[in-house]
């Protein structure tokens, strides 16, 4: 069996290494390849253009604006995503009041961590739909609807949430109003994260500073947050990879896939319109593989920053 270990782990890794080669490393080195050339995607006819789709991405006005909505979604889904996940799972698991038993989660952290946890259940297509009712515009929707009956809103002039580009803190406001639904369905999954990784910080650290005089406030900050930095930093890369994404909302929620007047497109929804709309598939490709290299470089420059040694307890 030592003789023949080698064998017998390729024999294993053989045809799942095979499998990711062609369904995962051949499209991305075929995208790759497509990106150098002027293909339309519905022919055989593709001239090479070298770097010429590239250089053109550095040129387009309309690359340039979805760059920076793609910077607000990366800068804003991971800080408030986080920070209501770190507030919501302190709470729950050593929010409450401190007993014979210890340091505890306020009460009913139990159904509580249900409740919060389950829009991550949902397809996020689903989250987006039901979403796109609570914003409707048309006065229809449930958000207007109680604006009317308190009176906040008169009913001929119902708020458009989705198809508002005026700007709030020099950001178009559709994107806020994404920025909250991200959230709300993000929160849960990393609020059970956070409480897992609060789990295992010894319950005697808490009462000593607690003995000491410390309130919840200075606890959290000063031993909670450090002790999570690694959950924290790891989280903040995937919450960066979804930021770079939010296809999915901006295709369902708002007007012409990236309305009103371009005031919510972000990089996957110009690279769809290019391809399958224009029919510059090579310069989609380059879209792609631009955004796949600022993804990759992101997440290894954040874990670089982030990385220290691992602190014992």
């Known amino acids: 069996m030592r003789h ?9 890794l053989f045809l799942p290494v095979a499998l990711y080669l062609l369904y995962v490393v051949w499209p991305f080195a075929q995208a790759a390849g497509y990106s150098l050339t002027n293909w339309g995607g519905y022919s055989d006819r593709q001239d090479f253009v070298g770097l010429d789709n590239y250089v053109r991405l550095f040129s387009d006005e309309l690359i340039r604006k979805a760059f920076w909505h793609n910077v607000f979604f990366l800068v804003t889904v991971p800080l408030f995503t986080i920070a209501l996940a770190l507030f919501l799972a302190f709470l729950l698991n050593v929010g409450g009041r401190e007993d014979r038993a210890g340091v505890r989660g306020v009460f009913g952290s139990g159904f509580y961590r249900v409740v919060f946890f389950f829009p991550q259940v949902l397809s996020l297509v689903v989250i987006a739909v039901m979403w796109q009712q609570i914003y409707r515009g048309d006065g229809q929707g449930l958000i207007n609807g109680l604006l009317m009956k308190i009176g906040l809103v008169d009913e001929a002039d119902p708020i458009a949430f989705t198809a508002d580009p005026v700007p709030f803190l020099g950001v178009p406001a559709v994107l806020w109003w994404l920025l909250l639904i991200a959230v709300w369905s993000g929160a849960g999954f990393y609020m059970v994260l956070f409480s897992a990784a609060m789990q295992s910080i010894p319950k005697d ?11 919840r406030l200075h ?3 000063r031993i909670t947050l450090p002790l999570l930095r690694d959950t924290v930093s790891v989280a903040w890369v995937y919450l960066g990879f979804i930021a770079l994404d939010m296809y999915a909302l901006v295709f369902v929620m708002t007007p ?18 290019t391809a399958f709309q224009k029919g510059q598939f090579g310069y989609a490709c380059a879209m792609g593989v631009a955004l796949a290299l600022f993804t990759i470089l992101l997440a290894a420059l954040q874990l670089r920053i982030t990385r220290r040694e691992r602190i014992e307890y």
């Open 219 to 221: 606890t959290f900050f």
């Open 4 to 12: 023949g270990v080698g064998r017998f782990v390729t024999g294993f």
């Open 256 to 273: 012409s896939q990236g309305g009103p007047d371009h005031a919510s497109e972000i990089f996957a929804s110009v690279l769809n319109f």
């Open 205 to 215: 650290i808490y009462e000593a500073a607690l003995l000491d005089g410390a309130g």
